[in-house]
């Protein structure tokens, strides 16, 4: 009867985290994602239709945070394949933002980084010159060469909130507390014009042709909860998208 018991209790406890661990497809215009704790367990992932077979890629995204310590990690991108990533981060001591593109690094000096305010960042890379460019809150950066000049192949492990060492594990030392809105990924370099609308929000921007925030397929992990922006900021603006 025991052994019974325990086997009810085990089948409960697996059908309440399969419950929690589920993908869904949805639109979250005008929708963030919190993350309230500093931990390992807390995370996104965000799945693509396709595998990764381009050799341009943008990130776009937008975070808030009061993190001022620890080095904060919005968003990182493995692929099995070349075993290349893309790593966004900030380091507090620095105050630099680094990028990690297929191994190689490179720290961005001056951009903007407010502490409880949105701050919008767009990423380009393309692997013809394998040079990046960032844009954070309308100022661009200059251009850097980072990692081998290889198109980005293979199954994406895409994460907010986590830093994915080699082992595809999460390490402690890299954090993100906050929120992060926005997300989109575009297969080709955007021009400065079309990020400056993304930068400006009010109007029409160009949505992510390889992830897509208003149609999004994503998988929740740990504490983190899709809210609503309007009720987690004083967030006026209105896309019309
Ligand atoms: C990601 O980049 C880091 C730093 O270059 C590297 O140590 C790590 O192995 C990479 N991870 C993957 C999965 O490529
Ligand atoms: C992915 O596929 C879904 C379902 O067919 C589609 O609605 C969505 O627009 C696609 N997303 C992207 C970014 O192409």
Redesign the pocket.
């Known amino acids: 009867m025991k052994s019974l018991a325990s086997y009810v209790l085990v089948l409960l406890c697996c059908g309440l985290a399969w419950s929690e661990l589920k993908t869904v497809?949805k639109c979250l215009r005008e929708k963030v994602v919190t993350f309230p704790k500093q931990t390992t367990e807390d995370y996104v992932q965000l799945h693509?239709?396709?595998t990764m077979d381009f050799s341009e890629i943008t990130v776009c995204l937008r975070f808030y945070t009061d993190e001022e310590s620890t080095t904060l990690i919005p968003f990182s991108l493995t692929t099995t394949f070349y075993s290349t990533n893309f790593t966004l981060t900030w380091s507090p001591p620095t105050k630099q933002y680094v990028l990690t593109i297929q191994n190689g690094k490179a720290a961005f000096n001056g951009l903007p980084f407010n502490l409880n305010q949105w701050n919008s960042v767009c990423v380009t890379w393309e692997a013809g010159s394998g040079r990046a460019q960032m844009f954070v809150n309308e100022v661009p950066s200059v251009k850097k060469a980072i990692g081998f000049k290889e198109p980005f192949k293979g199954e994406p492990k895409i994460i907010l909130g986590q830093f994915q060492d080699g082992h595809f594990g999460f390490s402690p030392y890299y954090v993100f507390t906050g929120f992060i809105s926005d997300v989109h990924?575009y297969k080709e370099v955007l021009t400065p014009r079309l990020i400056k609308n993304y930068m400006e929000a009010k109007i029409k921007y160009k949505?992510?042709?390889?992830?897509?925030w208003h149609?999004?397929?994503y998988t929740l992990f740990g504490s983190v909860q899709v809210e609503e922006k309007q009720h987690v900021t004083f967030y006026t603006k209105q896309e019309v998208n």
């Open positions: 497809r693509s239709n396709e990924i949505l992510g042709d390889f992830i897509n149609n999004l397929k």
